[in-house]
Nanobody
Framework: QVQLVESGGGLVQAGGSLRLSCAAS????????MGWFRQGPGKEREFVAG????????YYADSVKGRFTISRDNAKNMVYLQMNSLKPEDTAVYYC??????????????????WGQGTQVTVSS
């Protein structure tokens, strides 16, 4: 089992930056691919970014490509999401998750078995 704790959210003006962190417990963390998702007010949870277990391949939603960067440090059991050029539409609760199944794709929530509690990101215009 893996436990995840997100941090780094907050209130930022449009155009600003934030760096989210996800701390994972469990000795097998480095074996798993990871993902970041978000859920805005009144919206369904959506994929933001994903990263392979080794960190050598990353995936992004079109809406954040070129602005967000996912990375990981397996020695520290950490996953990060660097968010630049933030927009009001990026406002959401952001979650990290472990990709435990390989049924479809990184963007499929059903492929993820463990989720953090989320961290709120609010971007003001």
């Amino acid at each position: 089992q893996v436990q995840l704790v997100e941090s780094g959210g907050g209130l930022v003006q449009a155009g600003g930056s934030l760096r989210l962190s996800c701390a994972a417990s469990g000795r097998t963390f480095s074996s798993y691919s990871m993902g970041w998702f978000r859920q805005g007010p009144g919206k369904e949870r959506e994929f933001v970014a994903g990263i392979t277990w080794s960190g050598d391949t990353t995936y992004y939603a079109d809406s954040v490509k070129g602005r967000f960067t996912i990375s990981r440090d397996n020695a520290k059991n950490m996953v990060y999401l660097q968010m630049n050029s933030l927009k009001p539409e990026d406002t959401a609760v952001y979650y990290c998750a472990v990709r435990y199944y390989y049924r479809r794709s990184y963007s499929y929530t059903g492929d993820y078995a463990y989720w953090g509690q989320g961290t709120q990101v609010t971007v003001s215009s």
